[in-house]
């Protein structure tokens, strides 16, 4: 079994702040993590995983996320907001690539960055 | 279009109606998903396909009906719609070769039950 916490449905900073996404996971199993950005009226799109290996991982827009299994998170951050990074946010887990391992999404935290 | 396609992108129904939602990919990925989105609630997956005319329940597939005949297709119905399917439905694919989480999601179909 797998479950996903993400702290804060809400989030606002101003443009050029740092960007702090909070994202808990629990799984039975070594999990693989992913965080996917929903752009207004858009379907999701991936923003960046987490599978083996390298515990800090980059994706798309200058965005990154570390894998921290003593605090099961995996928080997502970037040094400095911009007005496009405005979007729904939200972190997944699955617990491998078994049949077994579906995808859970936490509920999300919407990103909101003021001038 | 290349990629992944949702038809129709809004749709008003009444209850007890059959609703089909549509879901094209142009990639030939072997899974395809369908996830409601809700607020609170994240997005849940409905049904899956691990292939054409192979097809499992997901974390709410209750009044929902899957069918995959083609690996570019799966369709979505609702047989008889209730107020509580009001929701946001997406599709999504991936392949064989990927882990489960890396998912390309469609654009979304809107739809209200009065």
């Known amino acids: 079994a797998q479950s996903v916490t993400q702290l804060g449905s809400h989030v606002s900073v101003s443009e050029g702040a740092l960007v702090l996404l909070r994202c808990n996971y629990s799984s039975s199993v070594p999990p693989y993590l992913f965080w996917y950005v929903q752009y207004p009226n858009q379907g999701l799109q991936l923003l960046l995983k987490y599978t083996t290996g390298a515990t800090l991982v980059k994706g798309i827009n200058g965005f990154e996320a570390e894998f921290k299994k003593s605090e099961t998170s995996f928080h997502l951050t970037k040094p400095s907001a911009h007005m496009s990074d405005a979007a729904e946010y939200f972190c997944a887990v699955t617990g491998g690539t078994g049949t077994a391992s579906k995808l859970t999404f936490g509920t999300g935290t919407r990103l909101q960055v003021t001038l | 279009d290349a990629g992944i396609t949702q038809s129709p992108r809004y749709k008003i129904t009444e209850t007890g109606r059959q609703v089909t939602l549509m879901c094209h990919q142009t990639?030939?990925?072997?899974?395809m998903f369908w996830y409601r989105q809700d607020l609170g609630h994240g997005l849940r997956l409905i049904y899956y396909s691990a292939a054409a005319d192979i097809t499992d329940k997901g974390e709410v597939p209750d009044g929902y009906v899957v069918s995959r005949s083609k690996t570019e297709n799966f369709p979505l119905t609702l047989e008889s719609a209730t107020r509580s399917q009001t929701s946001v439905y997406f599709c999504a694919s991936r392949t064989s070769g990927s882990t489960w989480g890396e998912q390309f999601f469609g654009p979304g179909t809107r739809l209200t039950v009065l």
């Open positions: 990639w030939s990925h072997s899974y």
